[in-house]
């Protein structure tokens, strides 16, 4: 959609905006795959030339991957590499040249000859559906280059742009240089897609889902206000002017905003955290933003999702320690990782369970011999990441039903050097004995979406027992009160970490019966926060 | 001249141990060919050769190269197989 700007730009176009925040700068185009050239293309010169020209882009597209390979590092640099291997493999260069020789054009060599690989990897099934698709990126790079067009891809300059694409993919963003990125403009996407993630997570003004980004011209100077959701091409001098006072004033109330989240406080002069539940790095920008004063639950299953092996120690730790830096001077309470048949991982076969909600999960997949290591190292790896980053860390372990549990995992945790070493209440016969288990750790934390099942034996995912899905149920409550009073005999924190900490109907109701912190997702922080007001 | 070697990856010779191999075999001074048993030999410099073997953890594969220096090469190459290369 496209209407009248008033005088200020040549047009403006609509989009869901993503941030607050305005900025201008000149477009650089997402490189878009071309069809690939037809059979009966003809060769623009002799047999001789056109494999020189298929086998020149070969090389381009090797020297280019490997430069990205060499800005990427980590994983995605071995995947680049892994590229680049294919780039320059040999029997590729022959079935190349095997086409040129026999006159088909450089660039439908190239295509055909990516083809015949393609068709062997393929049929070999899921393990190498990954290396298809990096084959059909070199493929695409390989045909631009042999027509000398820009290769598909994030545009690599100098000078600062406002990224335009179709829709951004992880493995662009991987790649992409953000300190280059002033905004990004999309023409699919909505407020969940991947772009949206990255905007947010990086702080990078956004609008997505603008219908007619891709007709914009390389070096066109935009005007991208997020709060608007709006791009205007081509503004006047004077409009970029108003729009950077404007972001300046924005700047600064939202400075103001932060600055008044005071600590609540409970009438008998309790202080009350309200903290956030992340899932890794990318989390951490929106928790701070929205006010958290520390993490009350980081999920570090995410880490391992997918993973056919565990993460090494060395992933681990640089994975932690990004989130252990954005939370310097503050406490983050990590869990350990919760695993179970329901939310399976290929490294910690667990069979098949008849009742996985009651099976073999969280704390409890780890205390065979056969898999304690791969707590050991997550422990290991957590108090390491912590060391030197400021970062107050607290560690607990998901689904402890009893004090003996509650005893094995803290000697484990404080071997591996945690300070505090804490549990997760969600379990009601963990509530029952909150006081026996407390004694153990030096922290709870109630989960009240798996305490409310197991509490009602209503499984949360089936809709027909909503109504007993109620954390706020009398008995849960019951629970909930039993386990803070434990804590407050022991003067040992006691804080929720699941929904219904992030419920403003529920949250003053939580800190009534003595709960010490509430954590939820960073989006409900400011809603909760004025309810305790 | 060859060789039988058992891979140890358990992600078997794809991503990265594929690779390591591979750079490995583009090094050494003569050609050497890999196999699974019973199929046609490949070019164990071709990433893409040898990703389409499709070979898994545990399975054989045979090696095979001809001239002087060949059974070190071999030798070497049969290490990286027979060692986690996921490292």
Same mark, same amino acid.
């Given at each position: 959609?496209?209407?009248?700007?008033?005088?200020?730009?040549?047009?403006?176009?609509?989009?869901?905006?993503?941030?607050?925040?305005?900025?201008?700068?000149?477009?650089?185009?997402?490189?878009?795959?071309?069809?690939?050239?037809?059979?009966?293309?003809?060769?623009?010169?002799?047999? /001789?030339?056109? =494999?020189?020209?298929?086998?020149? @882009?070969? !090389?381009? &597209? #090797? %020297?280019?991957? $490997? *430069?990205?390979?060499?800005?990427?590092?980590?994983?995605?640099?071995?995947?680049?590499?892994?590229?680049?291997?294919?780039?320059?493999?040999?029997?590729?260069?022959?079935?190349?040249?095997?086409?040129?020789?026999?006159?088909?054009?450089?660039?439908?060599?190239?295509?055909?000859?990516?083809?015949?690989?393609?068709?062997?990897?393929?049929?070999?099934?899921?393990?190498?559906? /990954?290396?298809? =698709?990096?084959?059909?990126?070199? @493929?695409? !790079?390989? &045909? #631009? %280059?042999?027509? $000398? *067009?820009?290769?598909?891809?994030?545009?690599?300059?100098?000078?600062?742009?406002?990224?335009?694409?179709?829709?951004?993919?992880?493995?662009?963003?991987?790649?992409?240089?953000?300190?280059?990125?002033?905004?990004?403009?999309?023409?699919?996407?909505?407020?969940?897609?991947?772009?949206?993630?990255?905007?947010?997570?990086?702080?990078?003004?956004?609008?997505?889902?603008?219908?007619?980004?891709?007709?914009?011209?390389?070096?066109?100077?935009?005007?991208?206000? #997020?709060?608007?959701?709006?791009?205007?091409?081509?503004?006047?001098?004077?409009?970029?002017?108003?729009?950077?006072?404007?972001?300046?004033?924005?700047?600064?109330?939202?400075?103001?905003?932060?600055?008044?989240?005071?600590?609540?406080?409970?009438?008998?002069?309790?202080?009350?955290?309200?903290?956030?539940?992340?899932?890794?790095?990318?989390?951490?920008?929106?928790?701070?933003?929205?006010?958290?004063?520390?993490?009350?639950?980081?999920?570090?299953?995410?880490?391992?999702?997918?993973?056919?092996?565990?993460?090494?120690?060395?992933?681990?730790?640089?994975?932690?320690?990004?989130?252990?830096?954005?939370?310097?001077?503050?406490?983050?309470?990590?869990?350990?990782?919760?695993?179970?048949?329901?939310?399976?991982?290929?490294?910690?076969?667990?069979?098949?369970?008849?009742?996985?909600?009651?099976?073999?999960?969280?704390?409890?997949?780890?205390?065979?011999?056969?898999?304690?290591?791969?707590?050991?190292?997550?422990?290991?790896?957590?108090?390491?990441?912590?060391?030197?980053?400021?970062?107050?860390?607290?560690?607990?372990?998901?689904?402890?039903?009893?004090?003996?549990?509650?005893?094995?995992?803290?000697?484990?945790?404080?071997?591996?050097?945690?300070?505090?070493?804490?549990?997760?209440?969600?379990?009601?016969?963990?509530?029952?004995?909150?006081?026996?288990?407390?004694?153990?750790?030096?922290?709870?934390?109630?989960?009240?979406?798996?305490?409310?099942?197991?509490?009602?034996?209503?499984?949360?995912?089936?809709?027909?027992?909503?109504?007993?899905?109620?954390?706020?149920?009398?008995?849960?409550?019951?629970?909930?009160?039993?386990?803070?009073?434990?804590?407050?005999?022991?003067?040992?924190?006691?804080?929720?970490?699941?929904?219904?900490?992030?419920?403003?109907?529920?949250?003053?109701?939580?800190?009534?019966?003595?709960?010490?912190?509430?954590?939820?997702?960073?989006?409900?922080?400011?809603?909760?926060?004025?309810?305790?007001? | 001249?060859?060789?039988?070697?058992?891979?140890?990856?358990?992600?078997?010779?794809?991503?990265?141990?594929?690779?390591?191999?591979?750079?490995?075999?583009?090094?050494?001074?003569?050609?050497?060919?890999?196999?699974?048993?019973?199929?046609?030999?490949?070019?164990?410099?071709?990433?893409?050769?040898?990703?389409?073997?499709?070979?898994?953890?545990?399975?054989?594969?045979?090696?095979?190269?001809?001239?002087?220096?060949?059974?070190?090469?071999?030798?070497?190459?049969?290490?990286?197989?027979?060692?986690?290369?996921?490292?």
């Amino acid at each position: 959609m496209k209407d009248s700007p008033g005088n200020g730009a040549s047009r403006r176009l609509h989009g869901v905006g993503i941030g607050g925040a305005s900025v201008a700068g000149p477009v650089a185009l997402m490189g878009v795959p071309e069809p690939p050239p037809g059979p009966l293309t003809p060769p623009a010169g002799p047999p /001789a030339e056109e =494999a020189e020209r298929a086998l020149a @882009a070969l !090389r381009l &597209v #090797a %020297a280019e991957l $490997g *430069r990205r390979a060499e800005l990427a590092g980590g994983e995605a640099a071995e995947v680049l590499e892994a590229q680049v291997l294919m780039a320059q493999d040999p029997m590729l260069a022959e079935a190349v040249t095997a086409r040129t020789a026999v006159g088909v054009a450089a660039g439908r060599a190239v295509f055909e000859a990516f083809g015949v690989f393609r068709a062997q990897l393929a049929g070999a099934g899921e393990y190498l559906a /990954a290396r298809v =698709a990096d084959l059909d990126d070199l @493929a695409a !790079r390989a &045909v #631009a %280059a042999a027509a $000398g *067009r820009p290769m598909p891809g994030v545009p690599v300059r100098d000078e600062p742009f406002v990224l335009v694409a179709h829709d951004l993919a992880p493995a662009d963003t991987a790649l992409l240089d953000l300190q280059k990125v002033l905004a990004l403009v999309t023409e699919q996407g909505g407020p969940t897609s991947h772009t949206a993630i990255l905007a947010r997570a990086r702080g990078i003004p956004a609008v997505v889902g603008v219908a007619g980004a891709l007709e914009l011209t390389e070096d066109e100077l935009l005007l991208v206000d #997020a709060s608007e959701g709006a791009v205007y091409v081509a503004p006047t001098d004077e409009f970029v002017a108003s729009a950077r006072e404007r972001e300046a004033a924005r700047r600064e109330a939202a400075a103001l905003a932060t600055a008044g989240t005071e600590p609540i406080r409970t009438p008998d002069g309790r202080e009350v955290k309200l903290l956030a539940n992340i899932g890794g790095a990318v989390d951490v920008a929106d928790a701070l933003a929205a006010g958290a004063e520390g993490v009350g639950l980081f999920r570090t299953e995410v880490l391992y999702l997918g993973a056919h092996e565990p993460p090494s120690y060395e992933d681990q730790l640089t994975a932690y320690r990004a989130v252990f830096e954005g939370f310097a001077g503050m406490t983050v309470i990590a869990r350990t990782l919760d695993a179970g048949a329901d939310k399976p991982l290929p490294f910690l076969p667990l069979g098949e369970e008849p009742n996985p909600s009651l099976g073999v999960r969280g704390i409890r997949a780890f205390r065979d011999a056969g898999h304690e290591h791969l707590l050991e190292t997550q422990l290991a790896a957590m108090a390491a990441a912590a060391e030197g980053t400021g970062v107050d860390l607290w560690v607990m372990a998901p689904m402890i039903a009893d004090a003996e549990e509650a005893r094995w995992f803290a000697a484990k945790a404080r071997e591996a050097g945690i300070a505090k070493v804490g549990v997760m209440i969600e379990v009601p016969a963990a509530a029952l004995c909150a006081r026996e288990i407390l004694a153990e750790v030096d922290f709870a934390s109630i989960g009240t979406n798996d305490l409310t099942q197991y509490t009602m034996a209503a499984d949360r995912l089936v809709g027909a027992l909503g109504g007993l899905q109620d954390a706020g149920h009398p008995a849960v409550l019951k629970l909930i009160a039993m386990t803070a009073y434990a804590g407050a005999e022991l003067g040992k924190p006691v804080g929720v970490c699941g929904e219904a900490a992030g419920d403003p109907r529920l949250a003053a109701e939580l800190i009534r019966l003595g709960v010490t912190s509430l954590s939820m997702a960073p989006a409900a922080l400011a809603e909760v926060r004025a309810a305790l007001r | 001249m060859q060789r039988t070697v058992t891979v140890a990856s358990r992600v078997g010779l794809h991503a990265r141990p594929a690779a390591v191999f591979v750079k490995a075999a583009s090094a050494a001074s003569l050609p050497v060919t890999i196999a699974k048993e019973g199929k046609d030999p490949v070019s164990a410099r071709s990433i893409l050769a040898v990703l389409g073997l499709d070979v898994r953890g545990g399975e054989d594969v045979v090696l095979e190269a001809e001239g002087d220096g060949a059974d070190e090469i071999l030798e070497r190459l049969a290490d990286l197989l027979t060692e986690d290369l996921e490292g």
